[in-house]
Structure formats: C-alpha cells, structure tokens
C-alpha cells in the first residue's frame, strides 16, 4: 500500500507539471480555445482524483474509518492528523470542485477553472509534502 501511495505521488508531480506549463496562459484564452480548456478541465480532475486515492489508501492503510464522501476525505486526514486540520479543512472544497468536473453537474465556470489553475496547484504540491512527511514518520 505504501508503494501504491509513492506511485500516486509521482504520478500526481507529473499533473503538476502540466498544470504548471497550463498556468501561463491567459482566462482569455482559456476560455476561447476549447483545446486548451479541455486540458486544464482533465488535468485539474486527475490531479484531485490522484490526491483522493492517495486519501483512500492512507485511510485504509491506518485503519481509519472510511469517509462517506470524497469532501470528508480530506477533512479525516486532517482529524487524523495525517494532514494539518486546518489546510484539510482549506482543500475540502476541491472534492466538490472535481465533482463538477467528474459529472458535470452544471457546465464547467470558466471562471472557477481558472481560479483554480492559478491558485489550487500551489496547494497539490503542499499536499505532496504533508504526505512524503507522513510516509516518512511512518519509517522510522
């Protein structure tokens, strides 16, 4: 289980760099180039679906009770202290965010894309420490 969280981590820093490259671009242009939407939409949605699994499987690995929903996954991470509370408490919304995009339950802001290219990447990569921390108290 260890090793499938590793993999998801690497695989999420691969994500990352894509939305990084994506953050160049303008709202303008997003929101014209359809090419381009598409992208960070399905880019932004495998990042926070990666961040879930690596929820699922810390959850199960500590033998923790299982979330009723993706938003409760982040916020039992931080009950646990597996992520700091009050940053779980800060990407809890982002559960809600991959729902739009996974099902899109009304059509895709622009806007709210946007927003969260520009501003949820900084906070995938705090997820990546707080996690690598974890594994790493786990070591020891």
């Given at each position: 289980?260890?090793?499938?969280v590793?993999d998801?981590?690497?695989?999420?820093?691969?994500y990352i760099?894509?939305?990084?490259d994506?953050?160049?671009?303008?709202?303008e242009?997003?929101?014209?180039?359809y090419?381009?939407?598409?992208?960070?939409?399905?880019?932004?949605?495998?990042?926070l679906?990666?961040m879930?699994d690596?929820?699922?499987i810390?959850?199960?690995?500590?033998k923790?009770k299982?979330?009723?929903s993706?938003k409760?996954?982040f916020?039992t991470l931080g009950?646990?202290?597996?992520?700091?509370?009050?940053?779980a408490?800060k990407?809890?919304?982002?559960a809600?965010?991959?729902?739009?995009l996974?099902?899109m339950?009304?059509?895709?802001?622009?806007?709210k894309?946007?927003?969260?290219?520009?501003?949820g990447v900084e906070?995938?990569?705090?997820?990546?420490?707080?996690?690598a921390?974890?594994?790493?108290?786990?070591?020891?």
């Amino acid at each position: 289980m260890r090793q499938e969280v590793i993999d998801k981590l690497e695989l999420l820093e691969g994500y990352i760099d894509v939305l990084k490259d994506l953050q160049q671009y303008r709202f303008e242009e997003i929101e014209k180039n359809y090419v381009l939407r598409g992208a960070v939409e399905r880019y932004l949605q495998i990042s926070l679906e990666c961040m879930l699994d690596i929820g699922e499987i810390i959850i199960s690995m500590e033998k923790i009770k299982r979330p009723q929903s993706y938003k409760e996954i982040f916020r039992t991470l931080g009950e646990n202290g597996i992520l700091p509370e009050a940053f779980a408490r800060k990407i809890e919304p982002a559960a809600g965010f991959r729902n739009v995009l996974v099902h899109m339950y009304a059509k895709v802001e622009v806007d709210k894309l946007y927003e969260n290219l520009q501003n949820g990447v900084e906070d995938m990569e705090l997820f990546i420490e707080y996690i690598a921390r974890f594994l790493a108290e786990r070591e020891d």
